[in-house]
């Protein structure tokens, strides 16, 4: 039980293949092929076609097309576990060159790629393990995408809630500048209405000092007190 075969194509044109037993895989692969490139259709896809004992998993991706040959018995998870492992690998290997290269340019390299990651996911039970913790993830994500939508759902009252705090801020700044120019102010009148008693009281006593004295001069409180 395990993955036998896998290929990588651009379009109709095959990159690299191998395959892990003799059998007729590759022409198989290419009618699939040719059949999931009909119309130009560009879109993302997934999809698994039976042929005997055997199941043909096909994903494609960003206009690159992975396809495996796997044990029918094998199911899903771990096949299309493959697929994207391998596009993966293969893109952040050739980058753009992908886009220009002719038939098989990449398989005396990625067929040995290929040839390890069948052995890998065939027989290696963290391969399981590891596609497992993939789906936990992207359950997790999943949930965290849920309650982003929840929360964004509620977005027009938490605009509302951060209005009002916004408000409430500006208040509070207008309020302690207020407060600050009242306290100024206040301070300025005791300074006036100190400053016009003093004044008040000092006109009061040279009007009293000059009546006493009989003049503005105060001259006859002057001569009274020299000796």
Not at 33 to 47: E, I, P, R, V, W
Not at 56 to 81: E, Q
Not at 187 to 195: A, D, E, G, I, Y
């Amino acid at each position: 039980m395990g993955v036998f075969y896998g290929m990588v194509a651009r379009g109709q044109v095959v990159l690299a293949e191998f395959s892990a037993m003799e059998s007729n895989a590759s022409v198989i692969a290419k009618q699939i092929l040719d059949k999931t490139n009909q119309g130009n259709n560009n879109n993302d896809s997934s999809a698994s076609y039976s042929h005997d004992r055997y199941v043909f998993h096909v994903k494609r991706t960003d206009g690159l097309t992975t396809i495996c040959m796997a044990n029918d018995a094998l199911g899903r998870r771990i096949p299309f576990a493959f697929l994207e492992e391998i596009h993966n690998r293969f893109v952040r290997t050739y980058g753009r060159a992908i886009l220009t290269a002719p038939a098989y340019a990449m398989n005396d390299e990625f067929s040995r790629v290929l040839s390890q990651q069948i052995d890998y996911y065939s027989s290696d039970p963290n391969a399981d393990r590891l596609n497992r913790l993939k789906g936990e993830m992207t359950q997790v994500r999943t949930v965290m995408i849920d309650n982003i939508e929840k929360v964004l759902e509620r977005g027009n009252r938490l605009e509302l809630l951060i209005e009002k705090t916004t408000a409430m801020n500006g208040n509070s700044i207008r309020f302690k500048s207020q407060s600050r120019r009242f306290q100024n102010n206040m301070w300025w009148r005791n300074v006036r209405l100190t400053s016009t008693l003093v004044i008040i009281f000092i006109v009061i006593t040279y009007i009293t000092l000059a009546f006493i004295c009989h003049g503005p001069l105060l001259t006859s409180c002057w001569r009274d007190n020299k000796p």
